[in-house]
C-alpha cells in the first residue's frame, strides 16, 4: 500500500533526479556533489533506521560498516582489482560477515549493554584500521580509480555517479519498505514493542534481530563503497565514533521508524553543517569557529521538543 | 622477569584504575537510580580540571581551588540535570545518546570560547610534588601515590555511604526498583539531584586531579569517557561495586598490555611481527576485553538488578 | 504542515546557492583550509592569523592584485577537508588552495586541487607520497618534507655519538615515518621502540618501561597533546634530569604556555624559529606579537610564506592567472623573502632548507614562558629524500 507519505518521498526523489539538469544549468557543479555525499549518507541512515526504528537496536557503532565498505574498496584496487562487481560484492559480503560476527555477541544484549558493545567493537575496528600500515594506516590511502563496471557506468562522471547513487538510494528505500511490510519485519517490529509477548506467540527474537542486523551492516557496507569512490581515498575517520553519532542524528532528525526520514535527517544535517560553516553567511570568524555550538544546541532542542522528526511534519499518518 | 617493574607497572595499573574508578562511579550510578545514559559525563570532568586550574592561578591556593573547583563542577552539574536531563529521563537511550551527544559539543565551545583552544597550564604545589621511596630501588612520584589514595578513600566512603546509609539504602532501591521507591513517598527528583550532583562532583574531582598530568583543553573529557563506558559495561551498570572492579581491571590489562605485550608477543612471534601486533593489539585490549565479558554475562560481572 | 519540512529545504538549498558569488576576474581567490573548530583548531587560527599578517604587510593585495581569502574547515577529516576542497573549486572558482595541517588530509585533498589543474600550496603537512610519485607540477610545498627534521635530529644525535636510544612515537603513520626519517641518520644502537595509543593521556607505563631499560638518551615525537600530557609525566617522574630529551614537534610555541618549566632544556630539531633574524622573520615575528601578544608557531611561519608564494607567482605574470605555466616557472625560483631566509626548491618542489638545532629556554623577562632559540646548524641546504621518485624534472 501506498501512502501519502511515501508518495511524498517519491517525489521527492524525483526531484534529485532533476537535480543533475539543474546543477549543469545554474552552472554549479558544487551542488551535484554535496547532493551526492547527502545520498550516500543517506543510504547508510536508511540502513541504520532498519535495525534502530523498526528494530529497537540502538546501535552506536553503524559507521564500522562505512569503514569496512571503504575498505573492502581500497585494499582491492590497492592490489590492482578495479572491478566494481568484486569490490562491492566484497564491501555487501564483507560487512555482512562482520555484522553476523558482531551481531552474534551484541544482539543478545539489549539497552545501554547493546549501545555499548557496538561501540566498544567499532572502536576495535578503528584502531585496527589505524594499525595497518600497508593500506596507509591512519594516514588511509587514495583510492585514484575509481570502480569499474565493465563499461556500463562511469564513476568518473559525476552525473552518472550521481544517478547510480539516486538509484541505489531508491533501491534501498524500496527495499527497507518492502522488508519492514513483510512477515519478518512485522515480528521486527513486534519484538521491538514487547518482546515478552512476541516469545510468547511463539517467535524467537534472536535470529529475526541477528538478520536485521546484518542486512543492515550489509546495506551500510554498500553505502561504504560508495563514499570511498566519492571521496576517491580511504580513511579509518569513517569508523570514527562521532560519525556513529553523526548516523544516529540523521534518524533521529529525520524521524525515527520512518521512510522519508532518514534521508531527510542527511540531507539536513549535511546541508546544515554546510551552512553553519559557510563563509558568506556567518561574517565574523568568532561566531564561525564555533559553528559546533550551533549545532549541539539544534541537537539538544531537536531531541527535547521534535520527537518524532521532519517526516513527523509531514502530512499523511505514522506508519 | 624484573620484579621491581612488574610492582611499578602494578602501581600504574592501579592509579589509572583508580581514575577511571572516580569517573565511572557517577556515570553508573546515574544510570544506575536514572535510567540516563551520559555522554555528557567526560565534560563534568572536563569543568572540573578548568575550574580547577583557573582558581589555582586565580588565588594561588591550591585547597581553595580544589574546593572551588568541585562546589563549582557540582554546580555546573546540577544547573545541566535541572536544565536539560531532567527532561530526558523518561526517554528512551536513544534520545539521551544524542541529547547528551549535542551537550558534549557545546561544552565544548563553551570552554573553548572562555579559556580559548589553547591548553591550559596546570600545575600541583610543591607539597605534592617530588618522589617517595618505596623500596630500595623502586621510587614513586609522589602525585600518583596521592592520586591512587584519594581514589581509595573515596572508593571506601561511597562503599559505606551505599550499603551503611539511609541515603544509600534509597539509591540501591533506587537501582533496583524506582518506581516502587517513589511509591513508597519517597522525593524521587530530590535522590535525583543528589545522586547526579555526586556523580558531578567525583568527575570534576577526577578532571582536577588529572590536569597537572594531563592536558587541560577542550575536547579531554571524551578521550577518556569511552574507556569508562568500557568499565561501567565490563562492571555491571548501577554497581559501584561493579564500577570498582571494572575499572581497576581496565586500568591493569590496558596498563599491562601496553608494558609487556610487545615483549611478550616477541618470545612467540618474530620481532617484526611484535612490532606490528603489539601496538595494535595493546590499543584493541581493553574493548576485546569487554567483548569477551558480555559474550559470557551480557549483565557485566556485577549486574545490580534481578537475580 | 508539509509546507514547513519543504520549506526549511528549499531554504537550506537556497541559501547555499545564493551564496554562491558573482564571477569576478580582477580578484585572486585563495582558498585556505585548515582545522579551525575543534580541540586541533589552535593550529588552525594561528595559521589564519599568519595569513591575515601576511596580507597585511602585502598592502591586501597579492601580486598587485585584489584578493579574496575563504577559509574552510576540515575538522581533522579527510572527506571533510576534500569536501571543503571541492566547494572552493566548483562553487568559488579559487585559484589556489593553501593550507592544510594533516598529512592525511592533504593525501585526499591534493590530487583533487591539482586534477582540477588548480595550484596547492601547502603550508604544512608533507607525506612521502607528495614529494616522491604523486608530486606534481602545481603542488609547492613552504612547510618541509615529514622526514627531514626527524632526519635532521637524527643527523644530530648521531654526530654528538650518542648510544643507547629510547625511542617513542604515536602508533600510527606519521609516527612510523618520523621513526624512519630518524633511523636514516641515526645509526647507533636503539634500546627500544615503543608505539603508544594515538591520542593516549597517560604514558606512566612508557616511563617505567622507559626508566628500566636505562637509556642514555631518549627521542619522542608526540605532537599537540599528547606532547603536553607526556612532557609533564616526563619532568613529573623525575626523568627529566635523569635521561636527555630529544624531539620533534613535541614542543612549539603553541604547547610552551601549557607546559612552561617542563619544557626547559628539551632539544628538537626545525628549520624555523621566532629567534632567526633575517628581515622577513624579524618583521613577521615582531608584528605579530604586537597584534596578538604572544609569539608566532612554525605553524604560522609556513603559511605567512606560503601567501609570499603566491605573491611572487602572481606578481612574476602580471596578474595574468590563466598563466599556469608561468607561475609555476616563478614559483620554482622561491623568489620571495621567507621567513626562514632565502631556500631553493628541490625537483619535487619542496624546500631545500637549513635545518638548526633549537633548545627551549627560560624567557627574558621574569614570569615569562620559555622561549625556544637556535643553538646550531645542524643541516644546511637539506634535501628530503623522495625527491628521486618524483618524475619532475625542471
Known amino acids: 500500500m501506498i501512502t501519502t507519505r511515501n508518495w511524498i518521498l517519491v517525489a521527492i526523489l524525483l526531484l534529485l533526479g532533476a537535480v543533475p539538469a539543474a546543477a549543469a544549468y545554474f552552472e554549479q557543479p558544487f551542488y551535484l556533489d554535496l547532493l551526492r555525499r547527502v545520498m550516500i549518507f543517506a543510504i547508510a541512515a536508511v540502513s541504520l533506521n532498519l535495525i534502530l526504528g523498526y528494530g529497537g537496536m540502538v546501535s552506536f557503532g553503524h559507521a564500522a560498516y562505512l569503514g ?252 | ?123 600541583i604545589p610543591d607539597y605534592l610534588s617530588g618522589h617517595v621511596q618505596l623500596t630500595d630501588s623502586l621510587r614513586y612520584p609522589l602525585y600518583r601515590l596521592v592520586i591512587i589514595g584519594v581514589g581509595l578513600a573515596v572508593a571506601v566512603l561511597l562503599w559505606f555511604t551505599v550499603s551503611r546509609t539511609r541515603i544509600g539504602m534509597l539509591i540501591r532501591a533506587g537501582a533496583s526498583n524506582r518506581a516502587m521507591v517513589a511509591a513508597l513517598g519517597v522525593n524521587i527528583r530530590l535522590l535525583y539531584t543528589i545522586v547526579f550532583g555526586v556523580g558531578a562532583a567525583l568527575a570534576g574531582l577526577a578532571g582536577l586531579l588529572s590536569g597537572p598530568i594531563y592536558a587541560v583543553q577542550p575536547g579531554m573529557g571524551e578521550l577518556i569517557l569511552i574507556q569508562v563506558f568500557v568499565v561501567i559495561v565490563i562492571g555491571g551498570i548501577g554497581s559501584i561495586r561493579g564500577a570498582f572492579a571494572g575499572a581497576l581491571i581496565v586500568g591493569m590489562v590496558d596498563t599491562m598490555g601496553r608494558a609487556f605485550l610487545k615483549p611478550t608477543l616477541a618470545t612467540v612471534l618474530s620481532p617484526t611481527a611484535a612490532e606490528t601486533a603489539g601496538p595494535a593489539l595493546a590499543s584493541m585490549l581493553i574493548y576485546l576485553l569487554m567483548a569477551a565479558v558480555l559474550a559470557f554475562r551480557p549483565e557485566g560481572l556485577f549486574p545490580s538488578r534481578g537475580s | 504542515m508539509k509546507k514547513q519540512t519543504c520549506t526549511l529545504l528549499a531554504g537550506l538549498i537556497a541559501t547555499a546557492f545564493l551564496s554562491a558569488p558573482a564571477s569576478a576576474q580582477q580578484k585572486v581567490k585563495i582558498g585556505f583550509i585548515t582545522t579551525l573548530s575543534g580541540p586541533q583548531g589552535v593550529i588552525g587560527n594561528d595559521m589564519r592569523n599568519s595569513v591575515e599578517m601576511a596580507l597585511d604587510h602585502l598592502g591586501r593585495k597579492i601580486g598587485g592584485l585584489d584578493v579574496e581569502i575563504i577559509y574552510g574547515d576540515d575538522q581533522v577529516k579527510p572527506d571533510v577537508g576534500k569536501q571543503v576542497a571541492e566547494e572552493m573549486l566548483k562553487k568559488h572558482q579559487v585559484h589556489f588552495v593553501s593550507g592544510i595541517i594533516w598529512s592525511n588530509v592533504m593525501l585526499a585533498v591534493a590530487p583533487t586541487v591539482t586534477g582540477a589543474g588548480t595550484f596547492m600550496i601547502g603550508t604544512n603537512a608533507g607525506p612521502n607520497q607528495l614529494a616522491g610519485d604523486q608530486c606534481n607540477e602545481l603542488f609547492f610545498s613552504t612547510s618541509w618534507q615529514n622526514d627531514q627534521t626527524p632526519e635532521a635530529m637524527g643527523k644530530y644525535m648521531q654526530d654528538a655519538g650518542l648510544q643507547d636510544v629510547y625511542v617513542m612515537a604515536p602508533n600510527y603513520a606519521a609516527g612510523k615515518d618520523m621513526v624512519t626519517g630518524f633511523k636514516r641518520y641515526f645509526k647507533g644502537r636503539i634500546v627500544d621502540e615503543v608505539y603508544t595509543r594515538l591520542g593516549q593521556t597517560d604514558y606512566q607505563a612508557e616511563l617505567s618501561q622507559l626508566r628500566s631499560k636505562n637509556p642514555k638518551a631518549v627521542f619522542v615525537f608526540l605532537p599537540g597533546g599528547m606532547g603536553i600530557q607526556f612532557l609533564k609525566q616526563y619532568s613529573e617522574a623525575g626523568l627529566r634530569g635523569q635521561f636527555p630529551l630529544y624531539s620533534v614537534y613535541t614542543v612549539d610555541e603553541l604547547s610552551i604556555p601549557a607546559v612552561k618549566h617542563a619544557a626547559l632544556g628539551q632539544l628538537e630539531t626545525r628549520y624555523w624559529s621566532q629567534d632567526l633574524k633575517n628581515e622577513a622573520n624579524v618583521k613577521f615575528v615582531g608584528d605579530y606579537k604586537k597584534k596578538h601578544g604572544r609569539p608566532p608557531s612554525f605553524y604560522g611561519a609556513q603559511s605567512y610564506d606560503g601567501m609570499m608564494l603566491i605573491d611572487s607567482a602572481v606578481r612574476a605574470v602580471k596578474g595574468n592567472l590563466s598563466d599556469k605555466k608561468g607561475m609555476t616557472a616563478a614559483m620554482r625560483k622561491a623568489d620571495f623573502k621567507s621567513t626562514r631566509g632565502k631556500f631553493t626548491y628541490n625537483n619535487n618542489h619542496f624546500p631545500i632548507q637549513n635545518f638548526y638545532l633549537l633548545k627551549t629556554v627560560a624567557g627574558a623577562a621574569p614570569g615569562s614562558d620559555p622561549v625556544m632559540e637556535i643553538q646550531k646548524a645542524v643541516f644546511t641546504n637539506h634535501k628530503d629524500s623522495y625527491g628521486k621518485d618524483c618524475k619532475m624534472k625542471w
Open chain 1, 68 to 319: 569496512i565498505g571503504g575498505y573492502a574498496v581500497g585494499i582491492l584496487a590497492h592490489h590492482g582489482i578495479h572491478s566494481g562487481w568484486l569490490q562491492w560484492g566484497l564491501a555487501i559480503g564483507a560487512s555482512a560477515l562482520v555484522a553476523l560476527a558482531i551481531g552474534a555477541i551484541s544482539v543478545r544484549t539489549s539497552g545501554i549493554y547493546f549501545i555499548m558493545i557496538t561501540l566498544a567493537f567499532t572502536q576495535m575496528l578503528y584502531y585496527l584500521g589505524i594499525s595497518i600500515e600497508e593500506y596507509g594506516g591512519d594516514d588511509g590511502m587514495r583510492v585514484p580509480v575509481r570502480s569499474q563496471f565493465s563499461g556500463l557506468v562511469d564513476l568518473n562522471d559525476g552525473t552518472q555517479f550521481y544517478f547510480l547513487v539516486l538509484g541505489i538510494l531508491a533501491a534501498s528505500l524500496f527495499l527497507v519498505h518492502r522488508l519492514v511490510n513483510s512477515r519478518f519485519g512485522m515480528v521486527l517490529q513486534a519484538i521491538r514493542s514487547n518482546e515478552a509477548r512476541t516469545r510468547a506467540i511463539g517467535f524467537s527474537p534472536y535470529p529475526y534481530r541477528l538478520a536485521a542486523f546484518v542486512i543492515s551492516g550489509a546495506m551500510c557496507g554498500l553505502a561504504g563503497a560508495l563514499l570511498v569512490n566519492h571521496t576517491a581515498y580511504l580513511t579509518p575517520e569513517f569508523m570514527n565514533w562521532t560519525r556513529s553519532g553523526e548516523l544516529m542524528f540523521m534518524v533521529i532528525l529525520g524521524g525515527i521508524a520512518t521512510s522519508a526520514g532518514p534521508l531527510l535527517g542527511a540531507a539536513v544535517l549535511l546541508l546544515l553543517e554546510d551552512v553553519l560553516q559557510g563563509w558568506s553567511l556567518l561574517p565574523r570568524e568568532a561566531v564561525r569557529d564555533h559553528w559546533q555550538l550551533y549545532l549541539g544546541i539544534f541537537l539538544v532542542l531537536v531531541v527535547l521538543f521534535a520527537r518524532r522528526g521532519l517526516a513527523g511534519l509531514l502530512p499523511g499518518k505514522n506508519e
Open chain 2, 1 to 123: 622477569m624484573n620484579y621491581i617493574l612488574i610492582a611499578e607497572q602494578t602501581l600504574n595499573g592501579l592509579q589509572l584504575g583508580v581514575m577511571l574508578f572516580l569517573l565511572a562511579a557517577g556515570l553508573t550510578l546515574v544510570f544506575g537510580i536514572m535510567n540516563l545514559v551520559n555522554l555528557a559525563h567526560g565534560a563534568l570532568y572536563m569543568v572540573g580540571a578548568y575550574l580547577t586550574t583557573w582558581f589555582y592561578q586565580a588565588t594561588g591556593s591550591y585547597l581553595l581551588a580544589v574546593v572551588l573547583g568541585l562546589a563549582g563542577t557540582l554546580a555546573v552539574g546540577i544547573v545541566t540535570e535541572l536544565v536539560a536531563l531532567r527532561t530526558l529521563y523518561e526517554r528512551d537511550h536513544l534520545d539521551q545518546v544524542l541529547a547528551t551527544f549535542g551537550l558534549i559539543l557545546i561544552f565544548n565551545e563553551l570552554i573553548a570560547i572562555v579559556w580559548g583552544r589553547a591548553a591550559l597550564y596546570s600545575t
